[in-house]
C-alpha cells in the first residue's frame, strides 16, 4: 500500500511541478518553508526519492531541480516532530505545497507519540499514582525504556506509577508489531517531599578539661531530594563555656526544601581542671664560693587557666649554707585555685672553697738591720674568705 502510495505521489509532484514551474520567482523574491518530519534517520531516505538528494541534511541541495539549502534540523521534543527549514532559491508556491504534501504523506507512516488523559499533576503525598495512556491501538507502551504492556483496541492504557518523594520523570513511547517507534512524551509528577534531612555529627561527643578550647568538628547533612546539604546546616555552640565544669550542648539545624526540618545535638562535657601549672627557673643552678651570700634568682609559673601565678611561688632556701663546702638546694612550689600542685622545681647551689688564704706581713718589708743586731720577728697576720 505504501509504495503504491509512494507512486500516486511521485505523478502529483510531476503534474505540480511541470505546471507551475514557468511561474518560478527570482532570487529576490525566495520564500522559506519549515518542513515537519518525524525521524530524521527515517524521513531522509524518503525525502531522498522524491527529491532526487542523497540525504536530506544541512548544506545546499538540488530539489528535483531546484535549488535547496537546508539551513536547519531540530531535534524531536514531545511537542514537536523534527523539523527541516528549507531556503530555496527560485521555486514556486507549489513547490511549497508540494513538499507540504510529502510531508503529511511521510508523517502518516508513524507513531504519533503517546499522551497520558490528565497531563497536569498537583504535588500529591501519595506515593502511586494511577493514569491513562492514550497512543495508537495494539501498540506496546514503554515507560522509562521498560515495556509495560500493550494499548487495546481502542488505543488506552492504565498503569499505577510508583512516585518517590521529589520530582518523577516518566518518558513515554510507543512501539508497533513491526519495529516502529513513537516519539517520547515526557511528564514530571511531583510528590511531596516530607522526609526530613540526615545529620551526621563528626567524632560525637566531646569532652574538654577546664581551661581548654572548644574545636567545632562540625556535620554532614543528607536529603533524600536535594542531595548533599551540609553547607546550609546552622551551627549554634553559645552554649558552651569551658571556663566552668558541666555539660553543654551544641546544635546542629538544617531544613531541605520542602522545609523539612532536623536538629541534631553535640554534647560536650567540660571535666574538672587536672593540669598542673609549670615552674620555670631563672638562671638554672648556681655555685658560690664559701663564705659568700647567696642571692635568689627567682623563678616563673604558669597555669592553663590562672594564667601568671609567679606571686604564688613558694621558695625555700633554707638548706643553704654558704659557710661550708658542699651540695645544696633550694625548691620552688606553687598550686592553682583548683589546688593541682606543680611538678617541685629544684635549683642546685655548690658552695665550693677556691680561694687561698691571705697572709700580711707585720712591720717593715723589707726589714734594715744594722750589723751585728738581733733580728726580731715582727710576726704576720693570715686571713680567709671562709675561715676568716
Known amino acids: 500500500m505504501q509504495n503504491f502510495s509512494k507512486k500516486i505521489l511521485s505523478l502529483i509532484f510531476v503534474l505540480i511541478f511541470t505546471s507551475y514551474n514557468a511561474f518560478a ?36 541541495h538540488n530539489l528535483s531541480g531546484v535549488n535547496a539549502k537546508i539551513e536547519k534540523l531540530v531535534g524531536t521534543d514531545v511537542n514537536t516532530a523534527q523539523k ?13 505545497a508540494f513538499l507540504s504534501i510529502i510531508t503529511n504523506y511521510l508523517l502518516a507512516d508513524y507513531l504519533p507519540a503517546p499522551r497520558l488523559v490528565n497531563e497536569t499533576f498537583e ?16 501498540t506496546v507502551l514503554y515507560i522509562n525504556n521498560i515495556e509495560e504492556g500493550t494499548l487495546d483496541e481502542n488505543g488506552s492504557f492504565f498503569i499505577t506509577l510508583p512516585l518517590e518523594e521529589g520530582n518523577n520523570t516518566f518518558e513515554l513511547r510507543l512501539e508497533d508489531e513491526n519495529g516502529t517507534k513513537s516519539g517520547i512524551t515526557t511528564y514530571i509528577i511531583p510528590r511531596i517531599d516530607i522526609t526530613p534531612p540526615v545529620i551526621t555529627l563528626i567524632d560525637g561527643n566531646i569532652t574538654i578539661e577546664r581551661g581548654g578550647f572548644y574545636q567545632e568538628y562540625n556535620a554532614t547533612a543528607m536529603d533524600n531530594v536535594d542531595g548533599n546539604i551540609t553547607n546550609r546546616i546552622i551551627i549554634n555552640s553559645s552554649d558552651v563555656n569551658t571556663s566552668s565544669e558541666g555539660n553543654y550542648t551544641v546544635t546542629y539545624d538544617v531544613n531541605d526544601t520542602e522545609g523539612n526540618t532536623i536538629q541534631v ?14 615552674i620555670t627557673l631563672i638562671a638554672g643552678d648556681v655555685s658560690l664560693e664559701r663564705g659568700s651570700v647567696y642571692v635568689e634568682h627567682n623563678a616563673t609559673a604558669e597555669d592553663n587557666i590562672d594564667g601568671n601565678i609567679t606571686n604564688d611561688i613558694v621558695i625555700d632556701s633554707s638548706d643553704v ?21 606543680a611538678v617541685t622545681v629544684i635549683r642546685s647551689v655548690h658552695v665550693t672553697d677556691t680561694i687561698a688564704p691571705i697572709i700580711t706581713v707585720l712591720g717593715d718589708n723589707p726589714q734594715t738591720l744594722e750589723v751585728g743586731t738581733s733580728y726580731v720577728e715582727l710576726g704576720a697576720t693570715a686571713s680567709d674568705n671562709g675561715d676568716g
Open 25 to 60: 520567482l527570482t532570487p529576490e523574491e525566495s520564500l522559506s518553508k519549515i518542513v515537519t518530519y518525524a525521524d530524521d534517520g527515517l524521513i531522509a531516505p524518503e525525502l531522498s526519492d522524491y527529491l532526487n538528494i542523497d540525504i536530506v541534511d544541512i548544506g545546499n
Open 265 to 278: 545535638t553535640r554534647n560536650v562535657e567540660i571535666t574538672p581542671d587536672v593540669t598542673v601549672p609549670v
Open 123 to 138: 504535588p500529591t503525598y501519595d506515593t502511586n499514582v494511577t493514569v491513562e495512556v492514550n497512543g495508537t491501538a495494539n
Open 321 to 341: 649554707n654558704t659557710s661550708a663546702e658542699g651540695n645544696y638546694t633550694v625548691t620552688y612550689d606553687v598550686n592553682d585555685s583548683t589546688g593541682n600542685q
Open 84 to 96: 527541516i527549514q528549507v531556503v530555496v532559491d527560485q521555486y514556486n508556491l507549489e513547490i511549497a
